[in-house]
């Protein structure tokens, strides 16, 4: 009712134009989606998806909708004061504009957080994880510790994840599938063995998160490792190359993002964090 959309042309999305499409899509969503965002969740493992593009008489794009099994995903540009507005709403907890979120509520939204987005640029990893490099070796050399991605396939490694990430719930079984995708964990010896000291990971929107440092192991430079891994994996996607990496914080987490900051990471939006009930 708000804006006339009767005059832009519409075209379908289908599964099968999708990847295609990517390109144009990407410049297209709100900063906030820009990194990477929900379109490369929707194209790497979307079952069934559909949608429509809307574009003006010039042919620019001005809307997106997006749906299938990952839930649904809405962006459209105000032609007269070309402010943009939208939705993402999906599975697991998404950022959501602050501007949006009077209008969110009305759909049954629930306010968690307010958070920081935090970009990292792949020139600005390379020159940190240079400097840090022989460091790292170094200590790795000594025996001080490893560095190892996290096993879907054992019960310890998911048990301990979804211990001290506060998101989870009984009968989840999102940490398991998460920790099929790139994940690191610094692993230290000790006198008995070996025992997990930090680790971090990566969600279904691409980035990274989960990290958690074991009390007694803190102020060792351990969450700084674990970030510089995590990118290092990232990285090898010639797309993370090009759009960089992205990440979220609960604004006064001022901990994690001092350690975001000391290896690049600018923030680069402010988000309200919720769920859609």
């Not at 804006?3 to 990847?19: C, P």
């Not at 899509?25 to 998806?49: A, E, H, N, Y």
């Not at 759909?107 to 390379?126: E, I, M, P, T």
Request: include cysteine; charge should be negative.
């Amino acid at each position: 009712k708000k804006y006339d959309m009767t005059s832009l042309v519409v075209s379908e999305v289908l599964e099968s134009n999708l990847s295609t499409l990517v390109q144009e899509l990407v410049p297209f969503l709100p900063r906030t989606q820009k990194c990477l965002g929900m379109v490369r969740s929707w194209r790497d493992g979307c079952v069934g998806i559909s949608g429509k593009l809307w574009r003006n008489q010039d042919g620019e794009l001005t809307g997106v909708l997006l749906y299938g099994s990952r839930g649904v995903s809405f962006w459209f540009t105000n032609q007269e004061t070309e402010q943009q507005i939208g939705l993402e709403i999906a599975a697991n907890p998404v950022p959501i504009e602050g501007s949006s979120l009077a209008s969110a509520k009305s759909f049954g939204y629930s306010h968690f957080h307010d958070c920081f987005l935090h970009h990292l640029k792949y020139d600005v990893w390379q020159k940190h994880y240079a400097e840090a490099e022989e460091g790292i070796q170094q200590r790795i050399n000594q025996g001080e510790f490893i560095v190892r991605p996290l096993d879907a396939k054992s019960q310890k490694d998911v048990e301990l994840v979804q211990t001290y990430w506060p998101y989870t719930r009984p009968g989840c079984t999102y940490v398991q599938r998460r920790l099929e995708h790139p994940t690191a964990a610094i692993i230290v010896k000790t006198e008995t063995g070996e025992e997990p000291a930090a680790w971090i990971t990566t969600h279904e929107d691409k980035s990274i998160g989960m990290l958690h440092t074991m009390e007694h192991h803190r102020q060792k430079g351990y969450a700084k490792i674990a970030l510089l891994e995590i990118a290092k994996e990232c990285f090898k996607d010639e797309e993370n190359k090009k759009l960089g990496i992205f990440c979220h914080t609960i604004k006064d987490n001022v901990g994690s993002q001092r350690i975001l900051s000391s290896i690049g990471f600018e923030i680069t939006d402010e988000l309200a964090w919720g769920r859609f009930a």
